[in-house]
């Protein structure tokens, strides 16, 4: 049983622009970066680049070197538009609230209040071997949700719940981009200091230390704006409690879009520097079973990976590193080759600009498309599949996951440091993406899969808003192939042709758009 629109009450309801204006206040006071006024989305990539805003260094101070690593993507040398045009107003942008009722545990005599000092940081304790010693009965809650929708996406927020983006969902498929628990249950898991993490699903934000952070619970603040009909922001923001380190994370939808942007910014608001942490982390089950696959595919464009943490002695020792994705003949790309659970970053950063998944049973996916100068963490999470954890640990079915996270350090071993009154902000999209077998590369405007087979090569294009334009192939420089296509969210463009390359053959893809705008470019190594 999952919630959908069907299943969430629903009330349609006028923000006030003085609600939004005074909460949006209340943020500058804390010391959270407005970007994300009011009046405007969150700006394009060449408007804003992602950036960290000091009273004290300079950007250039602020910004480091990120070391190259080699990637099997790599952009051609043509003239590429340096940011995604907004894609035409189709339809309008829903903004309304609802609630939804879920099991949960009860949890309060379980637990206690308190403080991280180091941030001063407010968070709940749970006795987690109590809890386990003395079983209980879930009964019924009702949550406060805030519903973003246009003709392609359905966005479901709950903001009770650790402000997460807990679904999105693809309307013209009924496929799901993110798990989603059906009771509200305490993990084993978690910060060492804190346990009780709940494996809710969805887009979680994790501060001020690692393992999903203190927040993942708690009720955050949120300021829903309706720009006008083609276009709406919800701001989430953590809690004016004293805390040192706070967030706030603009969630935008527009018309005419399959994805939706996210932009968080992160501040320092003590008298000091600060060293913490910062992720968000993905939990996901593509597709319409709220499981995945063992054919689900994990899309990195990068050639090394560190180990967080496994159960699997065929693997390298935390902190060690391997290379992806072929390690000792395994392809650890594919879910089915993973025995006990394996959490892995990329390695010795995030390559990007994107951080995918595709479940090839499923024919569905999701991406993430980010900065890798500032959000320079990209890791992978499974619970396992040949003898993965217990089920029971976080959920009352047999329903599982595996997390996409993305963070500002490049993994958990090292942390991000902000100065006195610092913030930082970025801007990344991401969107569930169908119909085209599986993918190789992905940018705001596309997604692409280029696999050979028996039957031929066959290219798929999935685009994030209707697009209309010539996709081409080339092999060592030469064009091989050219369509001519006409593709939506809804219809993405698969065709295979029956032709024979040479393993060596160096192959390039492109769209280029019908005003002559290359916006997506592919090579194979």
């Given at each position: 049983?999952?919630?959908?629109?069907?299943?969430?009450t629903?009330?349609?309801?006028i923000?006030?622009?003085?609600?939004?204006?005074?909460?949006?206040?209340?943020?500058?006071?804390?010391?959270?970066?407005?970007s994300?006024?009011?009046?405007?989305?969150?700006?394009?990539?060449?408007?804003?680049?992602?950036?960290?805003?000091?009273?004290?260094?300079?950007?250039?101070?602020n910004?480091?070197?990120?070391?190259?690593?080699?990637?099997?993507?790599?952009?051609?040398?043509?003239?590429?538009?340096?940011?995604?045009?907004?894609p035409?107003?189709?339809?309008?942008?829903?903004?309304?609230?609802?609630?939804?009722?879920?099991?949960?545990?009860?949890?309060?005599?379980?637990?206690?209040?308190?403080?991280?000092?180091?941030f001063?940081?407010?968070?709940?304790?749970?006795?987690?071997?109590?809890?386990?010693?003395?079983?209980?009965?879930?009964?019924?809650?009702?949550?406060?949700?805030?519903?973003?929708?246009?003709?392609?996406?359905?966005?479901?927020i709950?903001?009770?719940?650790?402000?997460?983006?807990?679904?999105?969902?693809?309307?013209?498929?009924?496929?799901?981009?993110?798990?989603?628990?059906?009771?509200?249950?305490?993990?084993?898991?978690?910060?060492?200091?804190?346990?009780?993490?709940?494996?809710?699903?969805?887009?979680?934000?994790n501060?001020p230390?690692i393992?999903?952070g203190?927040?993942?619970?708690?009720?955050?603040?949120?300021?829903?704006?309706?720009?006008?009909?083609?276009?709406?922001?919800?701001?989430?923001?953590?809690?004016?409690?004293?805390?040192?380190?706070?967030?706030?994370i603009?969630?935008?939808?527009?018309?005419?879009?399959?994805s939706?942007d996210?932009?968080?910014?992160?501040?320092?608001?003590?008298?000091?520097?600060?060293?913490?942490?910062?992720?968000?982390?993905a939990?996901?089950?593509?597709?319409?079973?709220?499981?995945?696959?063992?054919?689900?595919?994990?899309?990195?464009?990068?050639?090394?990976?560190?180990?967080?943490?496994?159960?699997?002695?065929?693997?390298?020792?935390?902190?060690?590193?391997?290379?992806?994705p072929?390690?000792?003949?395994?392809?650890?790309?594919?879910?089915?080759?993973?025995?006990?659970?394996?959490?892995?970053?990329?390695?010795?950063?995030?390559s990007?600009?994107?951080?995918?998944?595709?479940?090839?049973?499923y024919?569905?996916?999701?991406?993430?498309?980010?900065?890798?100068?500032?959000?320079r963490?990209?890791?992978?999470?499974?619970?396992?599949?040949?003898?993965?954890?217990?089920?029971?640990?976080?959920?009352?079915?047999?329903?599982?996951?595996?997390?996409?996270?993305?963070?500002?350090a490049?993994?958990?071993?090292?942390?991000?440091?902000?100065?006195?009154?610092?913030s930082?902000?970025?801007?990344e999209?991401?969107?569930?993406?169908?119909?085209?077998?599986?993918m190789?590369?992905?940018?705001?405007?596309?997604?692409?899969?280029?696999?050979a087979?028996?039957?031929?090569?066959?290219?798929?294009?999935?685009?994030?808003r209707?697009i209309?334009?010539?996709?081409?192939?080339?092999?060592?420089?030469?064009?091989?192939l050219?369509?001519?296509i006409?593709?939506?969210?809804?219809?993405?463009?698969?065709?295979?042709?029956?032709?024979?390359?040479?393993?060596?053959?160096?192959?390039?893809?492109?769209?280029?758009?019908?005003?002559?705008?290359?916006?997506?470019?592919?090579?194979?190594?």
């Amino acid at each position: 049983m999952y919630a959908t629109l069907n299943d969430i009450t629903c009330k349609p309801k006028i923000f006030l622009n003085t609600i939004a204006s005074t909460l949006v206040a209340l943020l500058i006071l804390v010391g959270c970066r407005a970007s994300f006024a009011v009046d405007k989305l969150p700006s394009t990539p060449q408007q804003q680049p992602a950036q960290v805003i000091s009273s004290s260094r300079t950007d250039a101070e602020n910004q480091e070197e990120i070391p190259n690593i080699i990637q099997t993507l790599e952009p051609l040398p043509t003239v590429i538009v340096d940011s995604a045009p907004a894609p035409e107003p189709i339809g309008t942008v829903e903004l309304y609230e609802g609630t939804v009722t879920l099991p949960t545990y009860p949890l309060q005599a379980y637990q206690s209040s308190e403080i991280a000092p180091t941030f001063n940081s407010p968070y709940t304790k749970l006795d987690y071997e109590r809890f386990r010693a003395n079983p209980s009965q879930p009964v019924d809650r009702t949550y406060r949700t805030i519903i973003l929708e246009n003709n392609y996406i359905q966005l479901i927020i709950l903001p009770e719940l650790g402000g997460r983006l807990w679904q999105v969902t693809h309307k013209g498929a009924e496929n799901r981009m993110f798990y989603q628990n059906e009771v509200v249950k305490p993990s084993p898991w978690g910060p060492a200091k804190q346990l009780g993490w709940i494996a809710l699903g969805g887009l979680e934000w994790n501060l001020p230390v690692i393992e999903h952070g203190y927040d993942w619970g708690t009720p955050w603040g949120f300021s829903p704006v309706q720009h006008n009909p083609e276009s709406a922001t919800v701001t989430l923001f953590t809690p004016w409690d004293g805390r040192l380190v706070s967030a706030s994370i603009a969630i935008s939808l527009r018309a005419g879009a399959a994805s939706f942007d996210l932009q968080p910014t992160i501040s320092n608001v003590s008298q000091t520097e600060l060293e913490f942490d910062y992720w968000h982390s993905a939990m996901l089950a593509p597709g319409p079973q709220n499981t995945p696959s063992g054919s689900l595919h994990f899309i990195l464009p990068t050639s090394q990976m560190i180990v967080h943490s496994t159960g699997d002695d065929r693997l390298p020792a935390p902190t060690e590193s391997f290379p992806w994705p072929i390690y000792n003949s395994r392809d650890i790309s594919m879910l089915e080759s993973w025995s006990e659970y394996a959490g892995f970053f990329e390695s010795p950063s995030a390559s990007g600009p994107f951080a995918a998944v595709y479940d090839r049973l499923y024919d569905a996916g999701a991406v993430r498309i980010f900065p890798a100068d500032v959000a320079r963490g990209s890791k992978i999470f499974s619970p396992g599949w040949q003898s993965p954890l217990p089920t029971n640990y976080y959920t009352d079915d047999e329903s599982s996951y595996v997390e996409l996270h993305g963070g500002l350090a490049p993994s958990f071993f090292e942390h991000y440091q902000l100065p006195a009154g610092g913030s930082v902000t970025w801007r990344e999209v991401w969107y569930p993406l169908q119909g085209i077998g599986d993918m190789v590369y992905a940018n705001e405007v596309a997604a692409v899969n280029l696999s050979a087979s028996a039957g031929g090569l066959t290219v798929g294009f999935y685009p994030t808003r209707p697009i209309s334009g010539d996709l081409l192939l080339y092999g060592d420089g030469v064009e091989i192939l050219r369509f001519a296509i006409d593709a939506s969210p809804e219809l993405p463009f698969v065709e295979t042709s029956a032709i024979e390359l040479d393993d060596t053959v160096i192959l390039e893809l492109r769209f280029e758009d019908s005003a002559g705008r290359i916006l997506l470019s592919y090579r194979t190594e």
